[in-house]
């Protein structure tokens, strides 16, 4: 088998009359990413050939030993079909909705041809899978989604893939802040997967989600439109735009520009811009919470292809240091929050005293670091106090 780079396709071993089937394809890939030094090669393989064939894992432990027709490959899409019976969206629907699920014009194709050949060409499908998987594009980016706090988020190159480390910040904002009255901003939102995840699980009704990158703001408000329960009146709000006109591909009856907080009880907002300058000025909130990028430059380089090269680096460079953006984060959070408020900031998990010096350089109080599950440092939290002396 030929090793292959990212424009190529490889093409399974065939030899001694041996016939293809679901499971062969799935040990060649899994082969394929071994050698291109995927970590999970044999993962990766699985979940990439049940998205191609449209398969669950009990349609494909009955068809994985069937012989596969040579040219119209009958038999895996008769399998294909059932899979589809049973409820199994697979990574069309996602990849439709979020366009290109990985990098160039490849990956663009890739995704025509999902949609354009319907029940043929699958075994090519996932050999081009497999191939984009072994150019080290990360397995999120090329299914075009990634769940996080059970909710199904589309993700593409535009932003960075959630993570379960983030879960943290999530589910300690929602343990603590349990008023759903109270105003929520999200900096740096990327995906939208904070925001979202706290609307929908905590049932806030003003919710706030910024970020400068006007690709990453159109990915949350495709997932916002998808995840957010009906009542929800999602608000696009341009920031530094010429002509003040939406980049979001703003949709008719579901999104609207400039919504007033007496025009709906449930409103979204997007607003692009750098930190808190793509904000109205007279805008305050009760609960601020950022996964702002985080890793000093020198480190970058030294990341997974995966990270290094095909997730955006305005999401991962936090300059010299990693520190920039909590730098100014702190020092301007206090004039945004209301009294009592509270600013949640996942960190590094060596930046906590850094940080935690930084909130209270800044006049917050009640300065606490909170662990992840494998015990390292992951969030900072600290309060505005109630009189601001």
Known sequence: MQRCSGGETYTPQSSRGEAVTLRRLEMEGA??????????????AHRLLLEAFGLDETHY??????????????????????GAAAGTAGVRECAEKCGAAARGA????????????????????????????????PLQQILGQQEFMGLLFQVNEHVLIPR????????LVLAEQKDASKKVLDLCTGSGCIAISLAVKGSYTDVTAADLSAEALAVAEQNAGTLLPAGWRICVFPSN?????????????????????????????????????????DSRYDVIVSNPPYIPSSVIEGLQPEVRDHEPRMALDGEEDGL????????????????????????????????RELLAAAGLIDIEVFKDLPGLDRVVRAFRPNERG
């Open 241 to 281: 735009i010429p002509g003040g006109a939406s980049p979001y591909g703003v949709s008719d009856g579901i999104s609207g520009v400039g919504c007033s907080d007496s025009e709906d009880s449930r409103v979204f907002r997007l607003c692009r811009g750098d930190l808190f300058s793509a904000l109205p000025q």
């Open 324 to 355: 920039a953006f909590y730098r100014r984060i702190a020092a301007q959070a206090p004039d945004w929050l209301n009294p009592g408020g509270a600013v949640y900031l996942e960190i590094g998990c060596d930046q906590a005293e850094a940080v």
């Open 31 to 44: 082969d394929e990413l071994a050698r291109a030094g995927v970590e999970e090669a044999r993962l990766d």
């Open 164 to 171: 379960q480390d983030t879960e943290t910040l999530a589910e």
């Open 106 to 137: 490849a990956a663009g194709e890739m995704n025509s041809r999902r949609t354009d050949a319907g029940r043929s060409g699958r075994t090519s499908l996932y050999r081009e899978m497999i191939s984009h998987r072994a150019a080290r594009i």
């Open 61 to 82: 432990l009955l068809e994985r030993m069937r012989p596969m027709a040579d040219d119209t490959e009958t038999e895996a899409d008769d399998a294909a079909a059932k």
